[in-house]
């Protein structure tokens, strides 16, 4: 099982304190430095989820591809990209360039799009979010394959439509119910799914099942998973989490023996790739010398 490292926005428990992209990188180039093996951003304007508005990551391609000119080994992906902020003959564009610049390492996360308050912000239609995805990752698909590629759907139409470039990354899709999961096994090389391990099996049985009614290996698709963990003294951890908590469905783990028995249960539970957030929260950090913790308790 791969270990990847997601890429923070901000520090915990202070989440305001938005990182310069400087520092993001930095973080990323130490994370390969240490033996993990992939770099995950995501994609948001900024996010209103749990309180007032906070800062995240520059646009991920730009990020991804300095990265790329950073590293020469960990895969670099989006986790994900929301698929409504860009048209599939951008996004294709886009992916196709990275792939080639990064020498095959990149990964294209995509996801249906949750986060209503960016569509507000910025006219753009939330509504029959899944119906527009599939047609997207369809017309998507099409341009990433080459050539010429015509298509007309309720949402989306192209004609005579190509996008340059022989580099074609895997396609990832960010899923967690059913119709979203049976999209993924018709068309992803990979998922990312959420939950505890037993209830992401679950939909991984679903994605399988999917997959080979498409026709397709019920192996073909790449599962991964998302785990949080603290380290460090343990009674700090503790009353850091009891001072700032996480929403239920965070569950940070706290100290090394817990990261191990964590990396553990989710090999068990079939997962090819861990996308690790070391804080108390997603998608922000505790300090960079978190990464140094993790690498030591984990031994790479």
């Keep these: 099982m791969k270990l990847g490292v997601a890429l923070p926005v901000s520090s915990w428990p202070d989440e305001d304190d938005g990182w310069p992209v400087e520092r993001v990188v930095e973080y990323g180039v130490r994370a390969e430095r240490l033996g993990f093996d992939g770099l995950w951003a995501n994609d948001h304007f900024w996010i209103e989820l749990f309180g007032p508005r906070r800062p995240t990551l520059p646009d991920p391609f730009v990020l991804l591809s300095h990265l790329a000119a950073k590293t020469t080994r960990v895969e670099l992906g989006t986790l994900v990209v929301c698929a409504p902020l860009r048209s599939p003959g951008q996004l294709a564009r886009e992916a196709k360039a990275l792939a080639a610049l990064s020498g095959g390492r990149f990964v294209l996360g995509i996801g249906a799009g949750w986060h209503e308050p960016e569509f507000r912000?910025?006219?753009?239609?939330?509504?029959?979010?899944?119906?527009?995805?599939?047609?997207?990752?369809?017309?998507?698909?099409?341009l990433l394959g080459g050539g010429r590629?015509?298509?007309?759907?309720?949402?989306?139409?192209?004609?005579?439509?190509?996008?340059?470039?022989?580099?074609?990354?895997?396609?990832?899709?960010?899923?967690?119910?059913?119709?979203?999961l049976a999209l993924t096994g018709k068309h992803a090389d990979g998922w990312n799914g959420g939950g505890a391990p037993e209830a992401w099996s679950e939909s991984l049985a679903a994605i399988r099942e999917a997959a080979a009614a498409a026709g397709r290996p019920a192996d073909s698709v790449v599962a991964?998973?998302?785990?949080?963990a603290l380290l460090g003294g343990r009674a700090d951890a503790e009353r850091l989490l009891a001072e700032h908590p996480p929403?239920?469905?965070?569950?940070?783990v706290i100290g090394a023996d817990a990261l191990r028995?964590?990396?553990g249960e989710w090999r068990e539970a079939g997962c090819d790739h861990l996308v690790l957030h070391f804080s108390g929260m997603i998608w922000s950090s505790y300090g960079i010398e978190q990464l140094d913790l993790a690498a030591e308790a984990l031994g790479l």
Aim: charged residues 25%; negative net charge; aromatic residues 14%.
């Design 224 to 228: 991964s998973a998302n785990g949080v």
């Design 121 to 142: 912000a910025f006219g753009i239609p939330a509504d029959r979010l899944v119906s527009r995805f599939e047609e997207y990752v369809e017309a998507l698909s099409g």
């Design 261 to 263: 028995k964590l990396v």
């Design 149 to 180: 590629f015509d298509y007309e759907g309720r949402y989306f139409e192209l004609r005579d439509a190509n996008v340059f470039g022989d580099a074609v990354p895997p396609v990832w899709i960010a899923a967690g119910k059913p119709r979203m």
């Design 247 to 252: 929403p239920p469905m965070i569950k940070p």
